[in-house]
């Protein structure tokens, strides 16, 4: 490691989330071991930061202080043997002792990391009440002369009451604190701790700067990457079309195949989404809404998951198992293939093979188009939306239920709007990527970006 | 000449179409290829192969390139980046050789039956003006970046996503393709790919009108209606400086004016007249594109060179994240110690504390819960000096029973626990009480573990027990 990297050490009493932390500031799942018990880590242990491929910040993170009184019962008895001895020299003095580092073998080790660090993150659970024991825990910190940053964790939790700690810490002389909360994390977690740190540190305040920068960038980038995901599947859908012979059982298999394909293709943007924000599809179990091991329970097509983002079925749609299938019918001569045709040749100079030879060769044998429906657009951009932003404020820490909210979305969600931006993707059926021959063109990629331009203004607006 | 100059022509293609060495080419599709892959499906995870990456590469997109070749290498899928580009570069060959033998048609078709002169404008024209209007919107185009993408390249597109779409070479086709937009080349690779069958169109019209002028009798005439000779006069002589760099000889004013609504069988005079129509195909309908083609072939080698993975993509912070996470972080910790080895307690031989035959006592509360505020006991520990206090003063009067209260909610940490001892060693009999807290957490499983470890007894869930072995002692 280099000379100049920043080290931040991240104390705290046992059990207090420090682990959490670590794995929600570093998007590690796997950081270190979590478990609602006392002890679980007992060594210090690294986590780098990187900046333009190169490492500028560790974290470390360490056992848990479990004997804080004990030990400034032993540091205040130390022998001065003739000299002042002030709060450095007694860590040190403790340090070096074998048998104090035996009998206090965690609080050592955290100790001894804190003294060889640059600054130390305090991680104070407010669901606790400030006992002396923390104060306790303050002095020892004290003692060690480096810049504390308390971390207010648990703060979203029920029975999290962060006064007293902030009226406690502010007799301490600590102003400055941050809060935060493992489970939840604010939206903006990691360059928020950067630049609180920042404060702190201000022989270092440039590297956070550019660390929480970097931070937020990297965010918005997810954002804008989980956006294309979310539109390039709702262009893929959209611009699907299987034809079928109008024999009713015929037809009711390809509208069967069909919808699973676009069952697959909606998982697959899931697993994708997961991938963008590093979770797993075994991070999460179903807390009653429909999401569960990755994988969403109520079926895409049926009339329970139109209902729960609020789309009603259309007057004369078809129930059972045709519902979200449209379902043309083509004849040769004035239909909507003819219509489009036109449209097409004015807008567009070359549709691609596929179209033209598909079309014509469906419409000589009579056959049925079947797309996706509109309502089923809806429902898929709807889930994808609620599904982002829970990922979005999820930390890498939580070990609950992911809540799925049913969606505060619906209402400011124009639903017509959305399927205007699809218009375009309805007419090149070659753009649907479910289909392996797709044309990935770069009229293709200019009306997925619209889309997801789109999604990203109704997500803003929902959320201001 | 015009033999020679197609074979130069498509060795100069062959040679456009590999702009650079093909090792760092090729790492950058396996980097697409790969990414096709696990965006689809998740990623990968070789430890191993991520360890090496990390310790022979400190460059985050060096690491980058060389996890997605070594997949790509695992996967035995090296061959398709070459099987791809095999056929694309025959595909481009094929549609080159068709549209060869279609501008031999269209050369013989602008010329006419030799029975009737050749009207050299309008052939002239019907030759250029397509591939001369698309070239002018081709240049447009590299100013202004629009939607008019070059035809020929678009087909080509369609084409080999149609051919290979249902092939397993589909992955590696899709990855060329995104390499191509990555870098923003595949305009110019679209681009490209028109001119070269452009070339093949004007190459064969070439080809087929110097074959006619060797092999049959033309005569050339310019007809109007309307127009003065001295147009036509002032138009043939510019076209034909330009044809004249060639060295050939191009037909003079005299000829020019002679020609108009007539041909001249003078043989000088129709040698002239050919020389301008096969000068002017050169120089106005061929050059320009093999000057696009270099012009495209450059800007392509320089946009591959130039290119660098963005490693600040999800994808790629996905993929260093995981490499990173591989890699030990070089701390020097030492193994955690050995666990707390608790000493057996001696239970004191009690009296009375002030005369009460049992005391209860709260540690690390904030208060003693009200219905044991009544009961006797010097109230709550929690400083070091309520600690050492309640220490003095059970042991000068060890009571039979000691009930200590703690908070079901905390965490049971060293600290307390080796109070909870030492208050325990001060009676007869010691137990303790966990209070659950109103809300919060509840950790009482975790204070039975900790207690049992320590050998302390079981504590009382209820308070009702709890009251029942004060006042009566057994339970």
Redesign the interface.
Known sequence: MSAALVKVAIVGHTNTGKTSLLRTLTHDRQFGEVADAAGTTRHVEAALCWLDGEQVLAWYDTPGLEDSMALRDWLESLPTTGQRLDGADRIEQFLRDPRAGQRFEQESRVLQQITQSDAVLYVIDVREPVLPKYRDELYLLNLCARPVLPVLNFIASSGADPQPWIQALARLGLHIHLRFDTVSPPIDGEALVFRTLGQLLSSQAVLLESLAQSALQARQQRRVDGLMLIAGLLVDAAALQDYSDPDATVLAQAVHQQQQCVRMAEQRCVDALLLLFQFGRDDYLSAGLPWSAGRWHVDLFSSQALRDVGVHLGKGAAAGALAGAAVDVMSAGLTLGTGTLIGAAAGTAWQGLGRWGTDLVARIKGQRSIRVSDEVLVVLALRQLQLLEALEHRGHAAQGPLQLEPSATKTTFSQTALIKCLAAARQHEQWSSIKSDYDDSQARQRVVLGVAEWLSDAMQHKTT | MPAGAAFDCKVLILRCQKPIGVKPLFKHWCYQFIALK??????FHDAALNRVVAQHH???HAQLLERARALTAQQNADSQFTEVRRMLQSTVGVLWAITGLLGLSVGLAALGSPSQPVNVIWSLLGLLLVPTVTLVFWLLSLALPT?G?P?FG??L???M??W???TRL?DAW?AW??LA?QVRA??LWLALVSHVIWCGLLLGSLLAMAAAFSLRHYTFVWETTWLPVDVFVQMASGIGSLSAWLGLPMPIASDIAASGNQALDDPQVRMRWANWLIGSILMIGLVPRLVAILVCAGLLGRRYRAYRIP?????A??V??QI??DCP???H?????AQDQWIDLQPATGSTWHDQPFVVVGL?L?ALPEWAQTLPGPGVV???HS?HEVLQQLNAMPPQRLLVIVDA????????L??ARELSAKAVQARLYLQP?????D?SE?WRL?LNEVQLKPPFSAHAQALQWLHEGAV
């Open positions: 696990e965006l689809r499906s998740g990623l400190s460059e985050p939607s993408l035809w678009k087909l597109q369609s084409v996503t149609k290979l779409g249902k589909v899709h393709i995104e937009r595949l305009p490693t600040e993509t999800s994808y912070s996905a260093l994240a990173r996470h972080v070089d701390l910790d030492g193994a955690p110690g690390d904030t929690d400083d070091r600690r909610g905390q965490t049971p940490d060293r600290g307390t080796s109070v807290r109103v809300t919060g957490p950790r975790q900790k």
